[in-house]
């Protein structure tokens, strides 16, 4: 028997005068529907999966794509990084000197970022980002936070380039901040150093957006002359 549903040209006349009825579409799966989705995702990122996308990304993909599925897959994102930083092994801020330096640093392991921190004693600078430090390592657990004094760690490293900050990534330099004013100053804020850690690869940030600079405060002197708190060695 001829099949009603098979593509040739008689049956394409019998169609046309009402003989057989039309041909049956195939039925399209979620799967199939995902599938497409992918591929067109992937086309859009040059062949990046969205697995391996950061949220930011996926924030960029909104004016293209449907909004609600996006978002969806976003949440989703964000309950996998919190899975993943609920198996972690760190979350506080270890303190090393230079002989721990390749055990803890160069020999980290495979898939870890690691945030290292130079610092002195009586640098006010200092002090607020080892307190932000060990904040933001509870809360990203799967990162390593380390710190270590800089004439300990390196000798004669100049106290100029204080505070200062290396990112680790299975042992390979990506990043640094070097000094007061590539950091901010003291008008540094927590959600600050994390978006500048995120932008480094060391974190994800659930931060929706960059956070803004705060600005400067004006000091009021005893003499009644007003300045702007601006200078340098204030800033560490």
């Not at 500048?196 to 004006?218: D, H």
């Amino acid at each position: 028997m001829q099949d009603p549903n098979e593509d040739t040209q008689w049956n394409d006349i019998l169609r046309a005068k009402g003989i057989i009825p039309p041909k049956e579409e195939p039925e399209v799966t979620e799967d199939d529907i995902i599938g497409l989705m992918e591929q067109t995702l992937q086309e859009k990122t040059q062949g990046k999966a969205m697995e391996d996308m950061t949220l930011d990304e996926l924030d960029e993909l909104e004016d293209d794509e449907d909004e609600e599925v996006l978002l969806r897959y976003r949440q989703q994102r964000i309950e996998e990084i919190k899975r993943l930083q609920g198996k972690a092994k760190y979350g506080e801020v270890k303190e090393i000197s230079a002989q721990d330096y390749v055990q803890e640093v160069n020999k980290a392991g495979e898939g870890v970022w690691v945030v290292l921190h130079l610092f002195k004693q009586g640098i006010p600078l200092c002090s607020l980002i080892n307190q932000y430090l060990a904040q933001l390592a509870a809360k990203f657990p799967a990162t390593k936070f380390l710190k270590s004094i800089s004439s300990t760690c390196i000798p004669n490293y100049p106290d100029k380039n204080l505070p200062t900050m290396f990112v680790y990534f299975e042992g390979d330099m990506k990043s640094q901040i070097v000094g007061p004013i590539d950091f901010g100053g003291m008008n540094l804020t927590l959600e600050e150093l994390e978006w500048k850690l995120s932008e480094m690869g060391a974190v994800v940030t659930t931060l929706e957006e960059k956070p803004q600079p705060t600005t400067r405060t004006t000091v009021s002197f005893a003499g009644g002359r007003d300045q702007a708190d601006d200078s340098d060695n204030d800033d560490y």
